[in-house]
Structure formats: C-alpha cells, structure tokens
Nanobody, 122 residues
Framework: QVQLVESGGGLVQSGGSLRLSCAAPGRTLGNYCMGWFRQAPGKEREFVAAISWASRSTYYADSVKGRFAISRDNARNTVYLQMNSLKPEDTAVYYC???????????????WGQGTQVTVSS
C-alpha cells in the first residue's frame, strides 16, 4: 500500500498561481508513475497531468496545457503540480495518484491521495 499526501491547496484569485505537492512517506516515488486529477462539485473526476518515472514523458489535459506543469523530485520523493493563470473553473479537489505502470490519463491508478482543495475566486 502506498500512502499519498497532497498539500499546497488554498484560495487564490483568478490569474494567480499555486503549487501542489504530493509526497509518499516511507516510499520511493521514483518507482512510480504519477498523475494529478481533480474533481469539481457535481462533476466527475477528471485527468489533469501525468509524468513517467524519470520525467521523460509528461502529458496534460487540453484544459490545462500551457498553464500547469507537472514535475518530480525523486530525491525528495515529491511530485509537484505548478498551476499558473488559474481560472475559476480550475476550482476542485485535486488528487495525486501513483502506479508502477505509466497510466497517463487513465483513471485506473492503483494508489490515490485524499485530495487538497483549490479554490479560485473571480
């Protein structure tokens, strides 16, 4: 079992930035491919971004391409989601996910965090 802990969410004005972090205490995240997903109230969970083991591959949802950036620091066992030019429609609970396979935008990752709330005010 892999426990994932997200942090960095909060309230930000439209056009602002936030950086989310995902850590796995006691685990080597370098062994896993990672993804970020989000779920807004009344909507289904949707894919945001994914990154392969050694950062060779990244993949983004069209809605965040050019504004968000996923990265990882395997030495720190942490994955990041830098979110710039935030919009009210980015408001959601953001979840990180891990899998030993590169699942990209599939929702079938094996491990999920509890989520962190991001609220973007207009």
């Amino acid at each position: 079992q892999v426990q994932l802990v997200e942090s960095g969410g909060g309230l930000v004005q439209s056009g602002g930035s936030l950086r989310l972090s995902c850590a796995a205490p006691g685990r080597t995240l370098g062994n896993y491919c990672m993804g970020w997903f989000r779920q807004a109230p009344g909507k289904e969970r949707e894919f945001v971004a994914a990154i392969s083991w050694a950062s060779r591959s990244t993949y983004y949802a069209d809605s965040v391409k050019g504004r968000f950036a996923i990265s990882r620091d395997n030495a720190r066992n942490t994955v990041y989601l830098q979110m710039n030019s935030l919009k009210p429609e980015d408001t959601a609970v953001y979840y990180c996910a891990a899998d030993v396979r590169y699942k990209r935008d599939s929702s079938s990752y094996d491990y999920w965090g509890q989520g962190t709330q991001v609220t973007v005010s207009s």
